[in-house]
C-alpha cells in the first residue's frame, strides 16, 4: 500500500507510544490493536521486516483525514495569500506612486536651475524643499511573503529616483557656485584671467569655461590649512610606450608617419596614448604636465589619430568610428580594472557571460554615443547606469549578479568597480567636452584598435566568425550547448547578436579556446 508524504505526519501521531509485544511481532495492528488474521500487514518502519505494522483500513482512514487537513490547509494558505495581496498591491502601487512624484520633482528641479530665467536664490529654495521631499519617503513596504521575497520594481524606481536627485544636486551646486562668483566680481571680473576669457567675455561664467588645471584645487586647500598629496601621472603601458616612441610626436610638423617609418621620441610632457589604462585621470586626480587642459585633451585626440591611422582604422566611415568608440568605451569602463579581480573569483562571471554582457553594453555604449551627438556628454549616463548597476542580471540567459557575489553588503571591490565605470565614463565627457563630439570617438575607438581589434563590433569581426565556424565544424560537439547544433543558425546569431547564443555556448567556446583573439602586431 502507497502512503503518500503528506499523510505520514498523521500516522506518525497516532502511533503508540509503547507498543505492545504483538504488535512489534505483527501479529496486531498498531493503530486499531486487532489481530491482523487473514488482513494484509502493512510494514510501517524502519524496515519492511522490523518496527510497527497497520492495517489496510486503519491506513486509508488516516490517509482521507490528512488529505482533507492538507486541502482546508491550502485552501486557507490561498485565502491568506489573497488578503496579503490585496493589501499588498495597493501599498506596492502608493509607494511607486510617492517614488515617481518625487522624481519628477526632481527633474523639474534640475531644469529650472539651468534656466538663466530662474532666480538663483529660488533655486537655492527649489533644492531645500526637494531634499524635504525626498526626506519625507517612508521606508518602502516589505512584500509578503506569499507574494515573494523581493519587489524589483520598488528597487528601481528607488535607483531612477536617486538619479535624478544626484542630476538636481549637481544642476543646483554648479549654478549656485557659479552665480556667487560672478555676483562677487567687480566690474573687470579677476575669473577672466583664470580662464583665459575671449576678450569679449561678459565676464559671466558657467561650467563650460572650467580651465583651471588639474592641480588648482590643491593649492586652494592648502590656503585653508588642508594639505594634500598632488597625485602624480600614472606610468604608460611598456608596449604602448615603445609604440609611441615609434610614432612622430603630437602636434608636429606634417603628415603623420608612417607605421614603420623611424620617429623622434615622444615628449616627456605628451599625454598618455588614448589606449592606455592608465592615461585616463579619475574626477580626483587628473596629470598634471604644467599645460592647459584644452592643450592635453588636443593632444591626447591627435595622438589617438596617430594610433589609429597606425592600425588602418576607417575613421572616414561614420558608422566605423561609432562602433569602434563604443567598443572602447566598454573596454576601458567595464571590461578593464577591477572586472579582472572580479573575474578571477570562485563565484564569479565565466568568460561566456563576460562577452554576453559585454556585447549588450557595447550597444548601450553605441546608442549613448549616438544620443552624446546632439544631447551632450550628459547622455553617457544612460550607459554608465546600466553598466554599474550591480543588481542587473547580464545577458545571455545569464543567472549573474555582482551582487550576489559580495561578502557584504559595501563590498569594496564592487565599490571600486563602480567608481571605475563612473570615471571612465566621466573622462569620455570631458575630452568630448573639449574636443567635441568625434575627438571623444576617436579617443575610445583607438583603445579598440589597440587593444581589442577582433571584438564584436569591430570591423574583423565577421573573419571571426568565419574561422569560428570552420573550426567548431570540425570539432566534436557532444554535449555542447543546444544553440550550437544548427551551425548555419549559431553563425547567423554569433555575426548579429553574440549574447542571443546565450552564455553557456559562449563559455563552451571560449572554454576551448575559440573565441582567443590575437595579439595585435604592431610595426617595427
Known sequence: MHIPAYARATIRTALPTVPTARQVGGEDCCLCDEPFGDRVAVPLGPTPESGLFGCRDCLTRLVTRARRARDAARVRDAERARAESAEWEPARDRHLARLDRVREAAEAVAELAGDEETAALRVAWLLVSLESAYTWLPEPPEPPPSVGGEAPELRDGAFRLDLAMISAREAVAERLAYHLLNEAQGEEPEMCEEFECPADCSGRHDSSHIDCGPDAVFDDLAEHGVTLEKPEPEPLEPALRALL???????ASGASASPGSPASPASPASPASPGSSGS?????AVASDG??????????????????????????????LLSAAAVGLV???????????????????????????????????RAALLAARDDG?????????????????????SGFMLRHMAAEPDDELLAEFVRHVDSRAWFTGEVMRAEGW??????????AAWKAPTHFGMPAWPSVVEAVMARLAEMDRT??????????AAERV???????????????????????????????
Open 245 to 251: 616612441e615609434r610614432l612622430p610626436a603630437s602636434g
Open 280 to 284: 585616463e585621470p579619475s574626477r580626483s
Open 291 to 320: 599645460r592647459p587642459v584644452d592643450a592635453r585633451m588636443t593632444d591626447l585626440v591627435e595622438g589617438s589619430r596617430t594610433v589609429l591611422a597606425h592600425f588602418g582604422l576607417a575613421v572616414d566611415d561614420p558608422e566605423v
Open 331 to 365: 573596454l576601458d569602463a567595464w571590461r578593464e580594472g577591477p572586472l579582472d579581480e572580479i573575474h578571477s573569483r570562485e563565484d564569479g562571471p565565466t568568460d561566456g557571460e563576460i562577452v554576453a554582457q559585454g556585447v549588450d553594453l557595447y550597444r548601450r555604449a
Open 377 to 397: 556628454p550628459e547622455a553617457l549616463s544612460a550607459f554608465v547606469a546600466v553598466a554599474s548597476d550591480v543588481r542587473l542580471r547580464w545577458a545571455g540567459d
Open 438 to 447: 568625434r575627438g571623444a570617438l576617436l579617443h575610445r575607438a583607438a583603445s
Open 479 to 488: 554535449g555542447a550547448p543546444e544553440a550550437l547544433a544548427d551551425l548555419d
Open 494 to 524: 554569433l555575426r548579429g547578436a553574440p549574447d542571443r547564443l546565450g552564455a553557456a555556448a559562449l563559455d563552451w567556446l571560449a572554454r576551448r579556446g575559440l573565441l582567443d583573439e590575437p595579439e595585435p602586431e604592431v610595426a617595427a
